[in-house]
């Protein structure tokens, strides 16, 4: 059996590869950012580990033509892709552990490193904080090595959302979606939780491989299933490329050509608007959550991670299972439009709040992140939906990148320090209701339409 042949098994594994996003993911944005938040440094120099750890999650488009353009049939056409990918996110999590312990995480320390690898970290911007032409920042490190992490992340990423593009069924995509968001959610509590332990009881080279490890055992479960039938499980079995694929190699321009003439409606082209301003409410949140927690009500970065890790996480599962479900019934822009004006509600309402420091604020995690998930699986969904051309991966990765320059964004925009907390919190309250009306005037039955109509015609 193949994953496009078995719903059990292409729903498995595509729920393991949004684990695998899920608990580096965070660890890095959630744990290790708090710690360094706790040992000393400011919200606007603890930004930068985070922004460089979304920063190449926004240019992920560029690998959507490549694996549009360079593929494997024999093996599967994203299945190579997503095992390479992984190989390099386990070893620049191994890579990383050249940190040291947690007494390496405190302002004015560095990290030697070998000469030729210097000038990589010199282009990451922050405080210099060098010793010496081989000497960097702890942080400047620690950034670098994720924004590597996290490139080869984008590249997993793409090729799995690209695989479920190919093999899920349109009657199955709102409930899977939730799966998959769901997969990523709880891998981030196992990222954000289980980090805290690690990190407190074996110090942080530990926690780094034991995450590298779990990335391994994942790869090793996509090693041994085919994508379709017939096809080799390894470069040296027998098999061949299923009759249905196409070529190994395409002009990348056909691609983007394909990709344009698919933008060309407005539902397909507004949607990349959507896509972006949806994810600044988000992005002004990570960074902003911890440095509030911490910084105006007294939390540990370990009290902090361990919340967001059980009353965050749980309430974003929640989220994600219940909009994947509502969505296939209720309509996917309808469910979105839910989830934007609850987490607007949410944000504001914090914000409101904030000046009373005796008011608990743990309440404010599983509201607005499980809003937050219950729009991004309806969105998810939608923009499967209206993908349409033979460029229909390319096409779903562009919303998801600038989804994520979006994030990015948003959390530029927290590591203002001259701007209050509470009015950082309004502005994401606020960015999170803009979007509602331009929702309602996309047209994803027609983009179906001209999608079936065009298979016919073909």
Not at 101 to 107: E, I, N, Q, S, T
Not at 142 to 166: E, K, P, R, Y
């Amino acid at each position: 059996m193949s994953m496009s042949s078995h719903r059990g098994i292409r729903t498995t594994i595509l729920c393991l590869l949004y684990f695998a996003q899920g608990f580096p993911y965070g660890f890095v944005l959630y744990t290790l950012f708090s710690v360094f938040i706790e040992q000393g440094f400011t919200r606007d120099e603890a930004g930068i580990i985070t922004g460089f750890s979304v920063l190449p999650w926004t240019f992920k488009f560029l690998w959507a033509p490549l694996i549009d353009s360079i593929r494997f049939p024999a093996l599967g056409l994203r299945r190579p892709w997503i095992l390479l990918a992984q190989l390099g996110m386990a070893v620049t999590l191994i890579a990383n552990s050249q940190a040291g312990g947690l007494g390496k995480l405190a302002p004015e320390t560095t990290v030697e490193v070998s000469s030729w690898t210097s000038w990589f970290f010199s282009w990451v911007a922050g405080p210099d904080q060098s010793g010496s032409a081989t000497e960097v920042s702890t942080l400047i490190f620690v950034a670098g090595v994720f924004f590597l992490h996290n490139a080869f992340a984008s590249l997993q990423d793409v090729a799995t959302d690209a695989l479920a593009v190919d093999i899920l069924e349109e009657s199955e995509r709102g409930r899977v979606n939730g799966f998959m968001w769901g997969s990523k959610m709880f891998g981030t509590t196992v990222g954000t939780t289980g980090g805290v332990y690690l990190i407190e009881q074996f110090e942080l080279n530990v926690t780094l491989q034991v995450l590298a490890t779990g990335i391994l055992l994942i790869a090793l479960a996509v090693l041994f299933v085919r994508e379709r039938d017939g096809e080799k499980r390894f470069p040296w079995s027998k098999g061949e490329a299923s009759s249905t694929q196409a070529e190994s190699l395409r002009s990348p321009i056909l691609v983007l050509s394909e990709l344009f003439r698919a933008l060309s409606k407005w539902t397909t082209g507004a949607a990349v608007l959507l896509s972006v301003i949806t994810s600044f409410s988000l992005g002004i949140f990570i960074p902003l959550s911890s440095d509030t927690f911490i910084n105006v009500y007294g939390w540990t970065s370990g009290q902090y991670s361990e919340a967001f890790g059980t009353w965050g996480i749980g309430g974003e599962l929640v989220g994600a299972l219940l909009g994947g479900f509502l969505c296939d019934r209720m309509g996917r822009r309808k469910i979105a439009a839910i989830g934007g004006t609850c987490m607007g509600i949410a944000m504001i309402s914090f914000s409101l709040l904030l000046s009373a420091a005796t008011v608990n604020p743990l309440w404010v995690l599983p509201v607005f992140k499980g809003f937050v998930a219950f729009q991004t699986v309806a969105l998810f969904s939608l923009y499967m939906k209206i993908c349409w051309t033979t460029s229909a991966a390319t096409q779903f990765t562009l919303y998801m990148a600038v989804s994520n320059l979006g994030t990015y964004i948003g959390n530029e925009i927290a590591r203002i320090e001259d701007m209050e907390r509470a009015d950082l919190f309004m502005i994401s309250g606020i960015s999170a209701l803009v979007p509602l009306a331009l929702m309602f005037t996309l047209r994803p039955d027609s983009i179906v339409e001209l999608r079936r109509s065009e298979e016919k015609a073909s």
